[in-house]
């Protein structure tokens, strides 16, 4: 009898033994694997089974610092790591020279930006029971200026009006927050470098701090960077009017005063400024227009010649020969009355007081009346005051409408700027002209920098750098001083 071919014995089922299990589980699953990946690497996902089994090798020993460490954390050189003392920050290799531009940031905590999403109308109380709803009228419901402009068909425009970059400093932080630089150095970014040039280098320092909250948020930042965008591409002067960069400071409500990284930069021997709503806040023709009152619509033709000139609507020289005719007849005495009424602006006299201390030149250059403008002057400083003077009959003692010789327009402005430079040895790099009006573009084209406060769209537009803010204690930020310097300069 045949004997039967016995059956195979049957294997058992196929288990991973502790030998062939990975420390991971993702790592059992995953249909890639590097190529050698040592086993005795453990990470958060480490199933510690046969620790006993492992060979795990000892750290290695960490040399101590050789410099000077501290008590409490010493320093540690670490393998791999390498430091370099020399940076692109530091002074430039033999035969090239520096080429770092400074982005001065700052926040503009007076004139927050709403959304641009349309909000709901206004809230209207409900009704009593027996009463009529009440209307709502056009002008009550808080709608977004880019809606309707006008109501007449003639003044509308052919095309609507472009709409605003949505402001982002409310979901950020009401400050220059991190997201504000890093979109600041991404457009940077995005101008082409000198030739030989391959990355951007940055660094920032905070010049202020919102002392008035307790996060004590940045709200002016310095900013190098290095190298500038290539001045064959963009020059500097094309560079601070550039659409992305307005369009950063709509989005995030600063303003960014770019300036080569010079010398001349941190130490300025001049600083010249204009006087009405630049030293003082007001318009000294208007207020003497106020006192007269017949007829009664002088101060407000005179304050709309006012306006219209300091927008460049109208020729400054003829303009203000047009208001002072209409002043003729006021008592010459009226200057005097009017030096307790001037409003001097916020953070001048602390300004001046540091710039006397760091031995800055100072003057005014106004437009307006030498009575006052010398007295302004006098009372805070300032080392030379022009200005135009009028003609008092000396019988009367009234005003005559006429001005005694040149009208401190925008050329006699640029032209004593540049005389009182002169005459003090300073190159024009070390000057800076402050103004707001349009009569003031000529001087601060001839500065090397020219600083537009609270000014008119086309001051802001044409000027190199704008502040729009509280103090113009600010204006020290430019030269790269922190706060802390700025009090130990005004106390």
Known sequence: MSQEPQSPARQGRPSMTAAMRSSS????????????????????????????????????????????????????????????????????????????????????????????????????????????????????????????????????????????????????????SPMCIASFLHLMSTFPLPAGSTDLHSSHRCLKIDQSHQDHKPTVVELTLSPAPAADYLPLKDLRKHELIY?????????????????????????????????????????????????????????????????????????????????????GTLFNELRPVLDVTNGVRPLIKALKRLGVKTAVLSGGFLPLTSWLAGELGIDYAHANEVVIDEQTGKLTGEVKGRIVGKERKRELLIEIAEKEGISLEQVVAVGDGANDLLMMEAAGLGVAWNAKPMVQMEASSRLNGDSLLDLLHLFGFTEEEIHQLSA
């Not at 009228?137 to 808080?142: E, S």
């Not at 400024?273 to 207020?287: C, H, K, R, W």
Request: hydrophobic share 35%.
């Open 247 to 331: 369009r950063f400071e709509r989005e995030w409500n600063v303003d960014v005063a770019l300036r080569a990284d010079t010398l001349w930069r941190r130490y300025p021997r001049l600083v010249v400024f204009d006087m009405d709503s630049t030293l003082i806040t007001q318009e000294v023709i208007d207020l003497l227009a106020a006192t007269i009152q017949d007829p009664p619509d002088l101060a407000s033709r005179v304050a709309d010649i006012t306006h219209r000139a300091m927008m460049g609507e109208l020729e400054f020289d003829s303009a203000f020969r047009e208001r002072v005719k209409l002043l003729t007849g006021l008592p």
């Open 25 to 176: 589980f993702l790592r059992e699953h995953q249909q890639y694997r590097p190529p050698s990946k040592p086993e005795n690497h453990y990470g958060i996902d480490t199933v510690v089974e046969d620790l006993q089994a492992t060979s795990v090798s000892s750290p290695r020993e960490i040399s101590p610092f050789k410099g000077i460490p501290s008590t409490e954390n010493p320093p540690k050189i670490v393998d791999g790591q390498s430091h370099e003392l020399s940076h692109p920050s530091c002074t430039p290799l033999p035969g090239t020279s520096t080429n770092r531009l400074i982005a001065t940031i700052f926040y503009k905590s007076t004139n927050p930006r709403v959304s641009n999403a349309i909000p709901s109308p206004q809230r209207i109380p409900s009704p009593q029971r027996g009463s009529k709803p009440p209307s709502i009228r056009a002008a009550d419901a808080d709608l977004p200026p880019t809606m309707a402009p006008t109501s007449k068909l003639d003044d509308f425009p052919l095309e609507p009006p472009a709409t605003e970059p949505e402001p982002l400093d409310h979901l950020y932080g009401a400050n220059v």
